[in-house]
């Protein structure tokens, strides 16, 4: 019967994060329903809902746009702009569900264990894996990584584990070979990292080591949004200058005009400044911390508001990660 009621848990069924029957075994005969962590759920999910709503949505329907355009309308910029909104999308995208799905888990009494900690933050490949679909990061490395035998025969058999980890993980979000690629990309470039590079990566001065990463993950997720092989090799041409029109053009202008302020907006959110507003907020006492507090569940509420509005008017909202 726990079994049972543990593969029918709906909040985190569909997409994640992925939930081990004894990370929540205990929490199936002592969870409690709270006003507190209802609360806290409620404003979990309002949450998840506005950035996939006005973010992801947003950032997505850009790069339609640019992705349908041939290579005679395309500058470099417009090229690395679309992947950027590629990027963005996922990400608010995937990491929304994750908070829709945890807030509803604590409004019925579960504590699910968070999925994302701000990738798009990270200052190295491995840093970003430990960061980014944590539970199915977690997942390969339990199950399939640590019985290979993990770093602990030899070089040789660790990157031959490195290798089998990720080309599995490529497999696991489809059978295309822009997948089988994309888990390739990565496990040449954790190999890379660890025996290569890494250490004069770490003694860079930390804005490097978050611009490169954050180039590695952006040009990685062209891989993974582009299935069709000759169209992907099309795209990284025009990243790279070799069939683009120009660098720059007045479409890339009109695109920041139009989108700039999603644009900027998703940057800020994909840096951890809401839990240093928590963090803040937390440590204030009294009318101060009670204001500041209301203020910020009023905001989330106008904003759930206006995801509700604009989903509404769409007649089409599916969660990207739904395909994988």
Same mark, same amino acid.
């Given at each position: ?75 470099? +910029? ?5 992947? %950027?909104?590629?990027?963005?999308? $996922?990400? /608010?995208? #995937?990491? &929304?569900?994750?908070? @829709? ?123 993974? +949004? ?5 169209? %992907?090799?099309?795209?990284?041409? $025009?990243? /790279?200058? #070799?069939? &683009?029109?120009?660098? @720059? ?76």
């Amino acid at each position: 019967m726990q079994f049972t009621t543990y593969v029918s848990m709906f909040p985190q069924l569909v997409a994640g994060p992925i939930v081990r029957f004894s990370d929540i075994q205990q929490q199936l005969h002592s969870r409690k329903i709270t006003f507190e962590a209802f609360e806290q759920g409620l404003l979990r999910f309002m949450t998840g809902l506005f950035k996939k709503v006005l973010i992801a949505n947003q950032a997505g329907a850009l790069w339609e746009e640019i992705h349908i355009l041939g290579a005679a309308d395309t500058s470099v +910029a417009t090229a690395w702009l679309g992947a %950027l909104c590629f990027t963005l999308q $996922l990400y /608010f995208d #995937f990491s &929304a569900y994750s908070d @829709m799905a945890i807030g509803m888990g604590k409004m019925l009494g579960f504590s699910y264990g968070e999925n994302f900690r701000y990738p798009l933050t990270a200052v190295s490949v491995t840093d970003f894996w430990r960061r980014w679909h944590i539970s199915l990061s977690t997942w390969f490395r339990d199950y399939v990584y640590i019985p290979l035998g993990g770093n602990r025969k030899g070089i040789p058999r660790h990157l031959l584990n490195i290798a089998v980890v990720w080309f599995l993980t490529g497999l696991w979000h489809g059978a295309s070979w822009n997948f089988v690629l994309w888990g390739i990309y990565y496990g040449f470039l954790l190999m890379l990292e660890k025996y290569v590079w890494g250490k004069a990566l770490g003694k860079l001065p930390r804005i490097f080591q978050h611009a490169c990463t954050f180039l590695i993950v952006v040009f990685g997720f062209v891989i993974f +949004a582009i299935t069709d092989m000759r169209e %992907l090799g099309g795209y990284i041409g $025009l990243l /790279f200058s #070799f069939k &683009a029109k120009a660098l @720059m053009d007045t479409r890339f202008l009109w695109y920041l005009g139009n989108y700039g302020i999603v644009l900027l907006f998703a940057c800020v959110l994909a840096c951890p400044i809401y839990p240093w507003i928590c963090r803040k907020t937390s440590a204030l006492s009294g009318k101060k911390g009670f204001v500041l507090s209301a203020f910020i569940g009023i905001v989330v509420l106008l904003l759930f508001i206006l995801s509700t509005a604009y989903m509404v008017s769409d007649t089409y909202n599916p969660f990207l990660y739904f395909r994988f």
